[in-house]
């Protein structure tokens, strides 16, 4: 099974700051990544998909970057509409993991 | 826009069984089985999980081996409704169960269309 570790686990930060968010596979995966948002009571909501592909509607503000085993999503300026839970999930192969999961925190 | 809503969700006793419907609208010019659909789990609290995936085309079937074996997913395309079918509940089930529909033009699955959720419990 692939092994997808997000760090950091939170990261505190203040409407404006730029944030990243770091995504490893433990083997190869090409681009076939996602990054999703989650807000607490909410489901899921697609922002990036093969790593660095904006998911129509998504703010220009997020961008992913990456392949093989080393990933990123980025924020440029912090909206406080961006305060969330962040997951990568890979699209490589069976089973599809998922990321443990990002909290972008008010600082 | 598609828009997905899930149904059958409950209190389960250990070792009992549920069927969780997913039911699909808006898919102009297209059916259920025009995309990969999947279903997520997540723990109260916890991260996401994969719980299992359905191909398009040719209906192809994916589980985690978590549920291989008790867990069995399908579709009725003529209903635009998926299914989950869980066997052998155990405490461990227990979660927010989501369907989410693949975008089609990517690497599957891709999840751009997601249900609110439905909670199942498993617990005696």
């Known amino acids: 099974d692939i092994q997808m570790t997000q760090s950091p686990s939170s990261v505190s930060a203040s409407v404006g700051d730029r944030v990243t968010i770091t995504c490893r596979a433990s083997?190869?995966?090409?681009?076939?990544l996602a990054w999703y948002q989650q807000k607490p009571g909410r489901a899921p909501r697609l922002l990036i998909y093969?790593?660095?592909d904006l998911q129509p509607g998504v703010p220009s503000r997020f961008s992913g970057s990456g392949s093989g085993t080393d990933f990123t999503l980025t924020i440029s300026s912090l909206q406080p509409e961006d305060f969330a839970i962040y997951y990568c999930?890979?699209?490589?192969?069976?089973?599809?993991?998922f990321g443990q999961g990002t909290k972008v925190e008010v600082k | 826009e598609v828009q997905l809503s899930e149904s059958g969700g409950g209190l389960v006793q250990p070792g009992g069984a549920l069927r969780l419907s997913c039911a699909a609208s808006g898919l102009t010019f297209r059916t259920l089985g025009s995309y990969a659909m999947t279903w997520v789990r997540q723990p109260p609290g916890k991260g996401l999980e994969w719980v299992s995936t359905?191909?398009?085309?040719?209906?192809?079937?994916y589980y985690s081996d978590s549920v291989k074996g008790r867990f069995t997913i399908s579709r009725d395309t003529s209903k635009n409704t998926l299914y989950l079918e869980m066997d052998s509940l155990r405490a461990e089930d227990t979660a927010i169960y989501y369907c989410a529909k693949d975008r089609g033009s990517s690497a599957w699955p891709t999840l751009d269309s997601w249900g609110q959720g439905i909670l199942v419990t498993v617990s005696s």
């Open positions: 359905i191909r398009r085309g040719d209906d192809v079937t």
């Open positions: 999930q890979q699209a490589n192969s069976v089973p599809y993991t």
């Open positions: 083997q190869g995966i090409s681009s076939w």
């Open positions: 093969d790593a660095s």
